[in-house]
């Protein structure tokens, strides 16, 4: 079981971008994803969720409106459109399994989780 993020970078703030996470060794048709990320000093947040049978998202209040979960079952990704980005979206983003429901974001128990991939929102 593998999943690999990737797409951070840096934007300017109101700028956008798009991460992917590619997941090998399971079907997303039997696990939710879900988007954490990590700021420098501060605890890791969930950010959004894709369930598995039927692909419903979830997003934080923070990124309501802005971020944008999606999945392509024959590519195996799951995708986080992140627009209107801003200062404090700075973090590393990471995406994670979960096959079975538990006490973590989305209520969800995660088993893999991705390598991480760094998001800067500067000018």
């Known amino acids: 079981v593998q999943l690999q993020a990737s797409g951070g970078g840096l934007v300017q703030p109101g700028g956008s971008l798009r991460l992917s996470c590619v997941v090998s060794g399971f079907s997303l048709d039997y696990s939710a994803i879900g988007w954490f990320r990590q700021a420098p000093g501060k605890e890791r947040e969930g950010v959004s969720c894709?369930?598995?049978?039927?692909?419903?998202?979830h997003s934080a209040d923070s990124v309501k409106g802005r971020f944008t979960t999606s999945r392509d079952l024959a590519k195996n990704t799951v995708y986080l459109q992140m627009n209107s980005l801003k200062a404090e979206d700075t973090a590393v983003y990471y995406c994670a399994s979960a096959e079975l429901y538990g006490s973590d974001w989305c209520g969800y128990k995660y088993d893999y989780w991705g390598q991480g991939t760094l998001v800067t929102v500067s000018s």
């Open positions: 894709i369930s598995r049978s039927d692909g419903i998202t």
